[in-house]
């Protein structure tokens, strides 16, 4: 799972932002996803999040650099991990865009785990956002596989 430096942290200290989102990053989402993908990404303002599905997303800031690659699964999904980000100050100041890859409810904890980790190497994160932490994609293929889930 994806985490931030410990402590809570106010916007001026957020650590900097990423690259900036490119159409490509978005489709990195879905791919990240493979088989347990459930729809197209889409974006919403982080204020009007209405994802109650697990997946994959992305925010970006209001000069469109990546921020934060995040994973959601449970009850409330993607709004509910977009919500419990938003209850800290540097994140509520900083967060303006969510990109979010659906996947289907039957996707495992370890394979959306692995898909965030098989996204945050595609897109570079690792190196390029060296204060954040993200799951191993080692065994991405085998725990997200090629087919589709119906």
């Known amino acids: 799972m994806s985490g931030p430096l410990p402590g809570a942290r106010l916007a001026q200290d957020a650590a900097p932002p990423g690259p900036v989102l490119r159409p490509v990053h978005v489709q ?20 009007t999040v209405e994802a109650f599905c697990p997946g994959l997303y992305l925010v970006a800031d209001a000069n469109g650099r990546i921020v934060w690659l ?15 980000h938003l209850g800290e100050p540097w994140k509520r100041a900083v967060f303006h865009r969510v990109w979010i890859a659906s996947a289907y409810d039957q996707i495992p904890r370890p394979a959306l785990e692995a898909a965030e980790g098989w996204a945050a190497d595609a897109l570079d994160l690792r190196a390029r956002m060296p204060h954040r932490t993200w799951p191993s994609s080692t065994h991405w293929q085998l725990l997200v596989g090629r087919e589709p889930v119906v």
């Open 28 to 47: 990195l989402l879905a791919r990240a996803l493979a088989g347990y993908s459930s729809s197209t990404p889409y974006w919403s303002l982080v204020d």
């Open 70 to 84: 995040g994973m959601a699964a449970g009850d409330q999904g993607v709004l509910g991990r977009i919500r419990k």
